[in-house]
Every structure is written in structure tokens, then in C-alpha cells.
């Protein structure tokens, strides 16, 4: 009896890191999991999309109670809520970002087992599903600042490229510990350590005026340092943009992202058969 021909679909080889093309042949599997992440992230919830404001806005309580009242940690100037809030939203998508990416592979197990796409979905769909939580954030952040007579500077026309710059750093941590979490399982215990420890290296609840000056630019290499400041700057105008500081973090971002890729890349071919 003559064998039946068969199909073997795998990744395809190649010096990209990442395939676009492929990846706009799978548009409808991509825009499946980011509305499905959005939709599972609020199902069954009393208060929806209230959510993306409460997360962010109570935690801005709790560090304005014990940072801005009872430290008297300085604030560049503007009240502390809001010196607070303008990092915490963009914090918050970091954080979320990263997480989700993260454990992307293991929720997708089931559908990775059996099927092929570009396993790239996976953790870039919760980097595009947080963009609404970020967006509905950052609408309260408006309300604060009208509240507080804050006013944007022109530098707020480079707001969008700090979103980009925000994404691409979550991205290339993503991709990389999703990769990682995929083969060692310890991993997904460690993250939420490593994001708590990496929102008190950034300066989320302090300004980067308290930094020496000597080491300011060495703190730089924390990626999320030049675009908080970035977003401080464009939105409060609490200090000068941070041109320097924003080229550091742009650099380790863009060697962060290329990381991430590489080792995604290097281990997807096993994916199917760890998870």
C-alpha cells in the first residue's frame, strides 16, 4: 500500500529574527489572542474596565501616603499624586507586559501542542492586549492633571515614541523569559519577584534627582529609568527631556529586544515538546 503524503509544517530557518511576514499571514490567529486576552482579562468582573484605572490609581495611594507624606520624598516640584501616577501608568503596562509574555508559551500549551503558528504570537499578543489598560490609565492621568493645573510641554509630541520605547524593552524581557519559563518551570516563581524588585530600581516612587549625578547615566542602563523620566518630562514638566538618558535606555531596549529574539528563536523548535 503506498504511504499517504503528508505536510510537515516548522519554523522557517533564516537570519530574521523576526519573520513579519509570517507573522501578517497569522494576522487573524494574532488579533484573536489579543482581543481574547482583553476579553478573559475582564469576564465576569463587577467593574470591568475600571480595573486598568484601580490598579494603578491605588497604588498611587498607598505610595503618596507612605512616599509623599510620611517620607517627604521629593517630587520635582509637582504634587506627589501625580508624580506618582504619570510613572505608575506606564509602570503598570511594563509590569503587565512582561508578566504575560512570560507565561504566554504555558496558557498556550494546548493549542502549541497541536497546531503550528509563529510561537512569536504568543508573547507579543499581551504587549498589544495592555495598550488598553494603558490607554483607559492614562485618560485619569489627564483628569489629575487638569485637576492639579499640570501642563504638557511641547516635548509631549515624543510621547509616542516612548510608548514604542516602553513596548520594545517589555518585549524583549517577554520574549526572552518565555522562552526560558517554557524549558525551567521555576522561572514563572521568580518573575513577579523580579518585576517587584525592578519597579523600586526604577524611579517609580522617587525621582532620579536623589541619584548622584555620577552614576545617573550608570542607572540609565535600566531602560524603564529614561522612559519614565521621558514621560515626566513630556507631561509635568518636571525636569529637561532626558536626551542622554533616553539614549541609554534606547540602546539596552534595542540589545534587550535582539536578546529576547535570539534566544525565543534559538529554543522555539522545542516548545511543543516541553510545554
Known amino acids: 500500500m503506498q504511504a499517504k503524503p503528508y505536510l510537515v509544517i516548522k519554523p522557517k530557518k533564516g537570519w530574521q529574527l523576526i519573520d513579519f511576514k509570517e507573522l501578517i499571514e497569522y494576522r487573524d490567529l494574532f488579533y484573536f489572542l489579543v482581543t481574547r486576552d482583553i476579553k478573559v482579562r475582564y469576564k465576569q468582573t463587577v467593574l470591568g474596565g475600571l480595573w486598568a484605572i484601580i490598579q494603578p490609581f491605588f497604588m498611587m495611594v498607598v505610595f503618596s501616603l507612605f512616599f509623599g507624606t510620611l517620607a517627604k520624598v521629593p517630587s520635582d516640584g509637582v504634587p506627589y499624586p501625580i508624580f506618582n501616577y504619570s510613572a505608575m501608568i506606564a509602570w503598570t503596562y511594563f509590569a503587565g507586559a512582561v508578566t504575560g509574555s512570560s507565561n504566554s508559551l504555558l496558557q498556550e500549551a494546548s493549542l502549541i501542542s497541536k497546531v503550528y503558528f509563529p510561537r512569536l504570537i504568543a508573547p507579543l499578543a499581551p504587549l ?104 515626566r518630562s513630556a507631561l509635568l514638566g518636571t525636569v529637561a527631556f532626558p536626551i542622554q538618558m533616553l539614549l541609554i535606555s534606547t540602546l539596552v531596549s534595542v540589545i534587550l529586544f535582539i536578546i529576547g529574539a535570539l534566544y525565543f528563536k534559538q529554543t522555539e523548535r522545542s516548545f511543543a515538546d516541553v510545554i
Open 128 to 231: 498589544l492586549a495592555g495598550l488598553l489598560d494603558f490607554a483607559i490609565a492614562f485618560i485619569v492621568l489627564i483628569v489629575m492633571m487638569l485637576f492639579y493645573r499640570v501642563y504638557p510641554t511641547i516635548m509631549i509630541l515624543f510621547l509616542p515614541l516612548l510608548v514604542l520605547l516602553m513596548m520594545l524593552a517589555a518585549s524583549g524581557v517577554g520574549m526572552f523569559l518565555a522562552a526560558l519559563n517554557a524549558n525551567y518551570r521555576d522561572i514563572r516563581y521568580t518573575i513577579s519577584f523580579l518585576v517587584q524588585f525592578w519597579m523600586f530600581a526604577s524611579p517609580v516612587v522617587y525621582p532620579v534627582s536623589i541619584i548622584p549625578e555620577k552614576y545617573r547615566l550608570i542607572y540609565a542602563i535600566n531602560p524603564m529609568v529614561g522612559v519614565i523620566e521621558g514621560f
